[in-house]
């Protein structure tokens, strides 16, 4: 597996620069896999049957794609923690998401994760903050790369910028230091999904999908019934995605753009929520066999993201 580095471009911050690395590896555990897979609705049987897995070449547990997620969104939010005095979840709203996929998370993988930190521009009483974060596996290699536009709420004195690290398992690094990101995408092994590259054109029209979530499906994710979180989404807009490939690891790449006001969507205890999916290709690349498709989500006649884009290796 090749890993290269490249520097991550100048933001010219207004209020400071952090890098910090995950002190140890930690496992990513199959029971982990199960339940978020069930949260998320992704039935593939490769994420909960381990023979399953190895009939299409896993040697474990294959985690859904959106699982990175849950990886990155805690070292971000224990750095959130130690640079930002009486931080928590709550004074969080994501803005926009990236997530690139090198392999497919598996379980028994140790991983380790880097984390480059970047206020753009800090208001009164709210910063806007940009998060690179790169999970690598315990021999290094990186498995997948994220990136988070955050608006983060700051009280005036509250000086982040000027906090040392306070979390015992983050180490900082170097500002000078460059995130290793991948220049070209390693693949363990090819997908197999339904879909033939030969059968779409742009503008195919991608098979609509409703899905519905209930209060104890969001509160697994969120702990809170009265809401479905902007995470969860992204997981049932991936597991959309990985319906209409046949294999959920075609997905390579998902840039989602939340959009404003509906970062949390309502749902009534005994009254499930629907959600309906649909899409269609943006662009097709033969040669390489990937896809890009526009996806749209709406629930009780609103849109939950304001842009998403996806790209897929086809068969």
Request: proline share 7%; net charge positive; charged share 25%.
């Amino acid at each position: 597996m090749v890993s290269a580095t490249v520097d991550v471009p100048p933001v010219a911050p207004l209020h400071g620069e952090h890098r910090f690395r995950s002190r140890s590896d930690r496992p990513i555990a199959a029971d982990t896999i199960r339940a978020y897979a069930a949260t998320v609705g992704a039935a593939d049987a490769i994420h909960d049957d381990e023979h399953a897995a190895a009939a299409r070449g896993f040697g474990a547990l294959v985690a859904p794609s959106s699982f990175a997620t849950t990886v990155w969104m805690r070292a971000e939010a224990r750095t959130l923690n130690a640079l930002i005095p009486g931080f928590h979840s709550g004074c969080v709203v994501h803005a926009d998401r990236t997530l690139d996929i090198v392999r497919p998370l598996l379980a028994g993988d140790r991983i380790g994760c880097e984390i480059g930190f970047e206020s753009f521009r800090h208001y009164r009483d709210y910063a806007v903050i940009s998060v690179t974060t790169v999970l690598h596996d315990h021999q290094d290699r990186i498995v997948s790369t994220g990136s988070s536009t955050l608006l983060v709420h700051t009280p005036p004195d509250s000086g982040y910028h000027e906090t040392e690290c306070r979390a015992d398992d983050l180490e900082p690094l170097p500002l000078r230091r460059r995130l290793r990101l991948p220049r070209q995408r390693v693949r363990a092994r090819e997908p197999r999904p339904l879909v033939d590259v030969g059968s779409l054109s742009v503008g195919t029209v991608l098979p609509g999908d409703t899905v519905t979530v209930a209060a104890d499906q969001a509160r697994r994710d969120a702990g809170a019934a009265s809401t479905v979180p902007g995470m969860l989404t992204l997981g049932l807009l991936s597991e959309y995605l990985g319906r209409w490939l046949g294999d959920p690891t075609a997905l390579t790449k998902l840039q989602v753009q939340y959009t404003p006001k509906l970062h949390y969507l309502p749902v009534t205890p005994g009254m499930p929520t629907p959600i309906r999916f649909g899409g269609r290709v943006g662009r097709i690349s033969s040669r390489r066999r990937m896809v890009t498709v526009a996806v749209d989500a709406l629930s009780k006649g609103r849109k939950l993201f304001g842009c998403v884009s996806a790209e897929a290796r086809l068969g």
